[in-house]
């Protein structure tokens, strides 16, 4: 039973991919994905950008600490004064112990404007696809001196409206 279920599957996905998909179902199916594209790539990005508020927060602390060490360890050439160094010690140790924290913060805003960036290049590499095929179907005209195209007035209609470019 197992054998003949694959069997069709893989069958029906042959066909699949032997029968030429009209360009008009293509351009939707682009546009659909588009569509989940952008609202990915949006939502990443508001992401990023939150956690970079709060790494540039984290930077402040940490300059703060570094200021209030520089403090101590300036307050006398021969050292830090006996008197300070309790708090300069405390001091220390905060901004150590702060270090792994920071480093993760770093490398995990890396990783999410890595993730943001792919997705951003994978919207654009299919919107491009999505404008050649609009082209194709004559539902796009390059204007004269512009670089972007235009859509065309049969192409007005606003379930047409080719997705702009990121």
Not at 12 to 30: A, K, M, N, S, T
Request: with cysteine; charged share 25%; proline share 7%.
């Amino acid at each position: 039973m197992f054998a003949i279920s694959v069997t069709v599957l893989a069958a029906i996905i042959v066909i699949d991919l032997l029968r030429p998909v009209p360009p008009e179902v293509r351009l939707d199916q682009l546009r659909q994905q588009l569509s989940a594209l952008r609202a990915a790539s949006d939502s990443c990005l508001a992401t990023l950008q939150l956690e970079e508020s709060r790494l540039l927060a984290s930077d402040s602390r940490f300059d703060s600490l570094r200021n209030r060490i520089e403090y101590y360890e300036n307050l006398d050439p021969r050292g830090v004064p006996a008197d300070s160094y309790e708090a300069y010690l405390k001091t220390f140790n905060s901004y150590n112990d702060a270090i792994p924290a920071r480093t993760a913060a770093g490398d995990s805003l890396q990783v999410h404007w890595d993730a943001c960036r792919s997705l951003v290049e994978d919207h654009n590499q299919i919107a491009d696809s999505a404008l050649g095929i609009a082209r194709e179907l004559g539902r796009l005209r390059e204007a004269p001196g512009r670089r972007q195209p235009v859509p065309s007035r049969e192409a007005a209609a606003p379930d047409s409206d080719p997705a702009p470019q990121r």
